[in-house]
């Protein structure tokens, strides 16, 4: 049975080719290949091409395990262990031209997020020049350096969040925001999740909230932040139709699901 690190070092070496190709279509122009749930849910052919680079050499490496992925969709396996990706995340910023996108990968064993156990994960940051990388058991890094969730601090949490494509839901998000501000020292919204997990995991944001998000949006930060020391939660209520993702220390997600659930 391969081990959560040799999984993390698969991980880190096909985030580390698919950020380099994300790179170099972003420099030679991007193109806009379809829109999804709505105008403003994109996707470009980089998304496709990096996603399809990641599955060939994902099924070349592992061809029993199964995989999920943002743009190419499911693929059964027998191992017990599927890849969750997502090949491009934050891609509207990477359309535009803002720096800050990802490359998420993750392993994970069982069905679906509300029962999987994350084995291991990598988010590569390609422009900025940093690779998040976990294994369950063996800790959170940065290239090489250990992560660690950021101490609660006297000035309030710096907190991070987003919004989805449907501008229908931007009005009860800002409610949302309204109902953490009151404990937040300012609020950050980057564009990409897996990078403001990373930076929850880092210790450069003390948490992060956000409803609607997808399973390859979260899959492997959600395990930096574990990893490095912090919790990353998914609570039920029947009356959200799109589920929350909270990450922060344990206290600070104890704090924002009672603010943010507390009237729903
Ligand atoms: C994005 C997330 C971001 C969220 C966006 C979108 P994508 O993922 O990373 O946090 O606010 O609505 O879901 O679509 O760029 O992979």
């Not at 091409?49 to 599955?55: D, G, Q, S």
């Not at 063996?138 to 710096?158: H, M, P, Q, S, T």
């Not at 950050?188 to 944001?205: E, F, I, K, P, Q």
């Not at 039920?236 to 909270?246: M, S, Y």
Request: with cysteine.
């Amino acid at each position: 049975m391969i081990s959560p690190l040799e999984l993390s070092d698969l991980a880190i070496e096909i985030a580390r080719e698919a950020g380099e190709l994300a790179r170099r279509r972003r420099a030679e122009g991007v193109t806009l290949a379809a829109t999804k749930s709505s105008l403003a849910d994109i996707v470009t052919d980089a998304d496709r091409e990096v996603e399809a680079l990641i599955r060939t050499r994902l099924t070349a490496a592992r061809p029993d395990d199964g995989f999920l992925g943002e743009e190419s969709g499911t693929g059964s396996g027998t191992s017990g262990i599927t890849w969750v990706v997502d090949p491009i995340d934050g891609t509207v910023n990477y359309a535009t031209g803002i720096p800050l996108y990802a490359v998420s990968i993750a392993a994970v064993e069982g069905v679906g997020p509300d029962d999987w156990t994350a084995l291991a994960g990598a988010v590569n940051s390609p422009v900025v020049g940093e690779m998040f990388s976990a294994a369950r058991h063996e800790g959170a890094y940065v290239d090489g350096a250990r992560l660690r969730i950021a101490e609660a601090g006297e000035a309030g949490a710096l907190l991070a969040t987003g919004f989805g494509y449907d501008p229908s839901t931007h009005a009860g998000d800002l409610e949302v925001v309204g109902r953490v501000m009151p404990i937040a020292r300012d609020l950050r919204r980057g564009g990409s999740a897996a990078t403001d997990l990373a930076y929850v995991a880092a210790g450069r944001l003390d948490g992060y909230f956000e409803r609607g998000l997808q399973p390859w949006d979260f899959a492997a930060g959600a395990l930096l932040v574990e990893e490095a020391g912090g919790r990353f939660l998914r609570p039920e209520a029947p009356t959200i139709i799109r589920r929350l993702c909270l990450a922060g220390s344990a206290d600070l997600v104890a704090e924002l699901e009672r603010r943010i659930l507390q009237e729903t």
